[in-house]
């Protein structure tokens, strides 16, 4: 019964396509039966068409719980594809998914979610699958947060190995965003010599005005209030990549003697 009153709050886009029909086969008939259920209170038909050519737009139709479910359902099903990316299931890497769960949805829930993990993990996550789905149906901003929560899973046990950087690499194309909005998330966890440029999407060779330029661009991109619908846990989770880039043009700027 937690099963089905949890899944009932995922009823918007993740119920059809790839997600859909993977997460129904988990979980046997519960999506099914809570899907009828829905469709026979006044207003319930939960078929919905987007807009694939408008990514800025595609969360319309959509009321801000159901795109927040969505974006959690959808941190399961890519956080599978990342803990499997070498091949080991890291209990650190499970722990990280199931806490964030728990802050938002509750133990129930945190349980439930742990067990939809446990069995993504037995098997193999198609991202080329799942992932245009993802970009049909969620706001750039969204899928730039949901990719952050993604990286952050991978280091979470201190390690971040080149099969994960490549899997990540992958679910940043399929799900749209730009290689250089990937390297820069990437660039806050996988450090490397030129790593607080790359966090800005410049180069060390950029004049200084060209990093105070970068630097004020990708805080409006990252903004906070991008992912307010998403919820406050998700939005404080963005104003820790916010913080990260703030770090990096700090960096920057103690480097080159700015002020």
Do not use: C
């Amino acid at each position: 019964m937690g099963t089905v009153r949890w899944i009932g709050g995922l009823l918007g886009w993740v119920t059809g396509g790839p997600i859909g029909a993977l997460i129904g086969f988990l979980l046997g008939d519960a999506v099914e039966n809570v899907i009828g259920m829905a469709r026979q209170l006044p207003g319930g038909d939960y078929t919905r068409t987007t807009n694939t050519t408008n990514t800025t737009n595609s969360t319309r139709g959509y009321t801000a719980g159901e795109q927040r479910n969505s974006f959690f359902i959808s941190l399961l099903v890519l956080s599978s594809a990342v803990i499997n990316a070498d091949g080991r299931v890291r209990p650190a890497e499970l722990q990280t998914v199931r806490e964030f769960i728990l802050r938002n949805f509750g133990e129930d829930a945190a349980t439930e979610a742990s067990g939809i993990l446990d069995r993504l993990n037995l098997g193999q996550v198609n991202i080329y699958s799942v992932g245009p789905q993802i970009a049909a149906n969620m706001n750039y901003s969204q899928r730039l947060q949901l990719f952050h929560y993604l990286v952050s899973i991978a280091t979470a046990d201190g390690e971040f190995n080149k099969s994960e950087k490549s899997v990540l690499e992958t679910i940043a194309s399929v799900i749209g965003l730009s290689s250089s909005d990937a390297s820069s998330v990437i660039s806050m966890y996988y450090k490397e010599e030129d790593s607080a440029y790359s966090v800005l999407e410049i180069s060390p060779s950029a004049t200084d005005d060209e990093v105070k330029a970068a630097y004020r661009r990708m805080a409006m991109k990252h903004h906070p209030d991008k992912v307010a619908t998403l919820g406050p846990e998700v939005q404080k989770a963005a104003q820790e990549k916010f913080q990260k880039i703030q770090e990096a043009y700090e960096t920057i700027k103690k480097q080159r003697g700015m002020k």
